[in-house]
């Protein structure tokens, strides 16, 4: 059974052992602290005194499993610190050197997708659009600019592991490179109004070559 859809894009993987990392960790933390509550109460509480069923739980032998546990519990957070750090680095702060440069705009309630034109640079005049549906090339670095046009929308691609926010008036250059050739889906994550369930696009990855000959379909329209 998949949990995850499947993993498309470079930096998927990476994405996916901080949430098992982390998952794996609390579960057991979880499952001990159940068993600590449950087993003295189902097991022992009949024997006990009055004055030992409600003990205060003062002093360092009263309260060392809690101290025990701070300490369990701080070292798996610096682990994961130190595990997920340079993942969010390489994803977040990190640009690799652009192959691909798009623009992905979202507004009330379609996804609007600017590529450069035959003259190989955005934001002139021979840049070329397409709606709902995102052209890319596999294995290339994308940037992505990512805008809002009227209220907050939210470009999530579940395949990549990509989330990103975008607010009216600002422009977050993002990057992702899609590793498998396919058609994928790319929603809206936040609730952006009447139409927002119906706010979806394909992401259509293609080889290099048939990419060159799908971007030269849009020049001539």
Known sequence: MRIFPENASSYGADVDFI????????TVASIIVIFLILYPILTKNKSRTKEQRYQQGKGFQKLKLIYLGIAI???ADFYFLFEEGPIWRNIEETLPEKEVHVIVMGRQWLWEFTYPGPDGKLYTADDVKTINKLYLP????IHMDLQAYDVIHSVFIP??????????????TKWVKMTKTGTYPLTCAEICGIGHANMKAEIVVLLNEDYKKQMAKLYKK
Not at 138 to 141: F, R
Not at 159 to 172: C, E, M, S, T, W
């Open 138 to 141: 596999v294995n290339k670095n």
């Open 73 to 75: 519990l701080a070292i």
């Open 159 to 172: 395949h990549a592991r990509f989330k990103q926010d975008v607010l009216p008036g600002r422009n977050i």
């Open 19 to 26: 949430f098992w990392l982390i998952t794996g960790v609390i």
